[in-house]
């Protein structure tokens, strides 16, 4: 069993797991997968990705069909480099909400 004191090391180091089911038929290539790249930045964050069909394609039981573990960082930078086209699309890290803003 791992202590409580130690899973605090590993979260203030910046290590772990994002872990996503991702559906081969599905349009969403993604799956969500919104940390910015300076989030990441020095952390040692991997995602897994479990790939799923049903057994008879389109009905039947969820089955594994592979396991995939990549790098956090490395998929923020392909996300954003595929998705990101400036100067048409051009996409803002997202600001501190947790400090007021002054709206006036």
Same mark, same amino acid.
């Given at each position: 069993?791992?202590?409580?004191?130690? #899973?605090?090391?590993?979260? !203030?180091?910046?290590?772990?797991?994002? @872990?996503? $089911?991702?559906?081969?038929?599905?349009?969403?290539?993604?799956?969500?997968?919104?940390?910015?790249?300076?989030?990441?930045?020095?952390?040692?964050?991997?995602?897994?990705?479990?790939?799923?069909?049903?057994?008879?394609? #389109?009905?039947?039981?969820? !089955?594994?069909?592979?396991?995939?573990? @990549?790098? $956090?960082?490395?998929?923020?930078?392909?996300?954003?480099?595929?998705?990101?086209?400036?100067?048409?699309?051009?996409?803002?890290?997202?600001?501190?909400?947790?400090?007021?803003?002054?709206?006036?």
């Amino acid at each position: 069993m791992v202590s409580a004191n130690a #899973i605090k090391v590993e979260m !203030e180091r910046g290590t772990g797991f994002e @872990v996503k $089911a991702w559906f081969p038929m599905a349009t969403e290539i993604t799956g969500r997968f919104r940390e910015s790249q300076n989030l990441l930045a020095g952390k040692d964050i991997r995602v897994v990705v479990v790939s799923w069909m049903l057994s008879h394609v #389109i009905f039947g039981t969820p !089955e594994i069909v592979g396991v995939l573990v @990549v790098d $956090a960082q490395s998929v923020s930078r392909l996300r954003d480099l595929h998705y990101h086209k400036p100067p048409d699309y051009i996409c803002e890290e997202p600001q501190d909400t947790s400090v007021p803003q002054n709206i006036y």
